[in-house]
């Protein structure tokens, strides 16, 4: 077990309707990373939250949006669902950099999986 | 040329066996190397991360890293039934890019 957190564990939507998923990251780290994972991939880097602002975003549309809150959890928004956003979401935890050191190591939650219809 | 490229598998060995995976990646100015067993339905779990070239053992398992080859493996010794999972090889670019860069994965089967 990380500590890492997820809510729902299994959703089901229809096209074009908006979601929101959750993470509780571990104790004690301050950056939560968001990843998509398509069936047969290896997770693709949706965005970063560091102390509560993106620090960092992938090859996303706007329609995935985030936010941190002051306790470090985090959520992910995606409007306007499409059938290609169903996929396993995974949440990742980690201490950033506090003086400009690199971000540690990245544990993940246990996904939400989201299934557009 | 994608930024990390993995065998896809899927890769067999017998129980008792080295199992061997490779990873190769692109960005030459990586500085953070993960390896992640991920189970059928399950999130990724971290096995090791290694940050300089050489090796770095940890209990059955050993990483070796070149950065002058931009290759990274993994070596599982005594492979077992329960070793059999999908590993993902994972990079972080230059500081100030905060993201892991995965691969798509080695399916593992260690046949009893």
């Known amino acids: 077990e990380t500590g890492v957190t997820q809510s729902p564990t299994h959703l089901i939507k229809t096209r074009g309707q908006q979601v929101t998923l959750r993470c509780s990251s571990q104790?004690?780290?301050?950056?939560v990373s968001w990843y998509q994972q398509a069936l047969g991939q290896g997770p693709q880097f949706i965005f970063q939250?560091?102390?509560?602002?993106?620090?960092g975003r992938g090859n996303f549309p706007p329609r995935f949006s985030g936010l941190q809150f002051p306790n470090y959890s985090s959520e992910l928004n995606v409007n306007a669902l499409e059938l290609d956003d169903s996929a396993l979401y995974l949440c990742?935890?980690?201490?950033?950099?506090?003086?400009?050191?690199?971000?540690?190591?990245?544990?993940f939650g246990p996904g939400t999986r989201l299934t557009v219809l | 040329q994608k930024e990390v490229e993995q065998n896809s598998g899927p890769l067999s060995v017998p129980e008792g066996a080295i199992a061997s995976l490779n990873c190769t990646y692109s960005?030459?100015?990586?500085?953070?190397f993960f390896w992640y067993r991920q189970y059928s339905g399950k999130s990724p779990e971290l096995i090791m991360f290694?940050?300089?070239?050489g090796d770095k053992e940890d209990g059955r398992f050993t990483a070796q890293l070149n950065k002058a080859s931009q290759y990274v493996s993994l070596l599982i010794r005594d492979s077992q039934p329960s070793d059999s999972a999908t590993y993902l090889c994972?990079?972080?670019?230059?500081?100030?890019?905060?993201?892991?860069?995965f691969g798509k994965g080695t399916k593992l089967t260690v046949n009893p």
């Open positions: 994972a990079v972080k670019g230059r500081t100030g890019s905060e993201k892991l860069v």
């Open positions: 960005d030459r100015g990586s500085q953070s």
């Open positions: 104790s004690g780290h301050n950056t």
């Open positions: 290694i940050y300089s070239n």
């Open positions: 939250y560091y102390r509560e602002e993106e620090n």
């Open positions: 990742a935890s980690s201490f950033g950099r506090a003086s400009g050191g690199n971000t540690d190591t990245q544990y």
